[in-house]
Nanobody
Framework: QVPLVESGGGLVQSGGSLRLSCASS????????LGWSRQAPGKEREEIAC????????YYSDSVKGRFTISRDKTKNTLYLQMNNLKFEDTAVYYC?????????????????????WGQGTQVTVSS
């Protein structure tokens, strides 16, 4: 297994920013497409962003487009999610996930259940 560990969550005021990180120890993420999803209390998990193994392609949900940026740093073996202009409705547990390549990012976006590995999640709470 590829252990994924999210960090960077916390409490922030509406309009603020946070940067989430997702790291893997012991395994390289270079050959994986990566993604972020979130789950708010009482709601289904929502896929919000994904990035190709090369980093050249990304997808975003309409709910975060223009506010969140997914990126990866292969030198640090880490995935990031920069979240700006946070809103109360962004409150959720955020999860990262990895899918071994080759995979078409468009197919992965349509079928997030196909990810191979998931992290344990990090809580993001936005106060209104």
């Amino acid at each position: 297994q590829v252990p994924l560990v999210e960090s960077g969550g916390g409490l922030v005021q509406s309009g603020g920013s946070l940067r989430l990180s997702c790291a893997s120890s012991g395994f390289t993420l270079d050959a994986y497409a990566l993604g972020w999803s979130r789950q708010a209390p009482g709601k289904e998990r929502e896929e919000i962003a994904c990035i190709s193994s090369s980093g050249g392609s990304t997808y975003y949900s309409d709910s975060v487009k223009g506010r969140f940026t997914i990126s990866r740093d292969k030198t640090k073996n880490t995935l990031y999610l920069q979240m700006n202009n946070l809103k109360f409705e962004d409150t959720a547990v955020y999860y990262c996930a990895a899918k071994s390549s080759p995979v078409l990012l468009s197919y992965l976006w349509k079928d997030p259940a196909s990810y191979d590995f998931w992290g344990q999640g990090t809580q993001v709470t936005v106060s209104s």
